[in-house]
């Protein structure tokens, strides 16, 4: 039977230990000329090795689960990930949901930040699939500009994914109640909006605007990261 004894005591070093041959590597520094006075690249690495790191891990990115995206106008589909799984924007999926999203035989390029609030939205609720309502459109406000999106999630009732995304912070959010609609429009604004609205399609004029305590207070405090998937 092997001993334990050595190998636990090995395994058990204290923290102080560990910085012993950072600490020996300054002191061999402090003697020498003020010209070579340069901390090793080993020594300086086992340092910052040792300190917190901030960056925010991407695993999060490799289980997400791809969407459904559909246009029932067009009847274009496609299963999308918006992320790699390195976590970054996927070009040509966002590509791929721009021309889902578009009722034009070119599709027109969408805001990013709104694109990647559908799916954080999506995400955050499980649903498996997406319906555009409406992307980009001449004469529509924010969509004449591709900074809004209607759509719905398979699934979950649209009052819910309105206030949802009436808790985010720099959105214009506007939940459509009539049985003819029931969707949810999202755009990026500042300062933050929301509203109802029951009129029949082809119909305006029912607007009215929803008070949202503390939206100011999320506004100011805005960080990109705050628009990634849960």
């Not at 390029?109 to 699939?129: D, P, T």
Request: aromatic letters at 8%; proline letters at 9%; charged letters at 25%.
């Amino acid at each position: 039977m092997r001993p334990r004894g050595p190998q636990r005591k090995s395994r058990m070093r204290p923290f102080w230990f560990r910085l012993l041959p950072v600490l020996l590597a300054l002191l061999v520094t402090c003697d020498a000329p003020a010209h070579a006075r340069v901390l090793p690249r080993v020594a300086l690495e086992a340092l910052l090795a040792l300190g917190p790191r901030h960056v925010r891990t991407v695993s999060w990115a490799s289980t997400l689960a791809p969407i459904e995206v559909s246009n029932p106008s067009t009847r274009a589909s496609a299963r999308i990930s918006f992320y790699d799984p390195a976590g970054d924007i996927d070009e040509a999926a966002r590509k791929e949901f721009e021309r889902v999203a578009s009722r034009e035989p070119t599709p027109h390029r969408l805001n990013l930040r709104v694109e990647q609030l559908v799916f954080k939205a999506a995400q955050h609720f499980g649903a498996r699939s997406v319906a555009i309502v409406s992307g980009w459109r001449a004469r529509g406000g924010r969509h004449a500009t591709g900074e809004a999106i209607d759509f719905r999630l398979s699934g979950v009732y649209a009052p819910q994914v309105a206030a949802y995304l009436r808790g985010l912070p720099r959105v214009g959010v506007g939940i459509y109640t009539h049985p003819d609609t029931q969707f949810v429009h999202i755009d990026v604004r500042e300062p933050s909006y929301a509203w109802i609205d029951g009129s029949p399609p082809g119909v305006h004029g029912w607007e009215r605007r929803l008070w949202v305590p503390h939206s100011d207070k999320r506004d100011a405090g805005y960080e990109p990261e705050m628009d990634l998937p849960e």
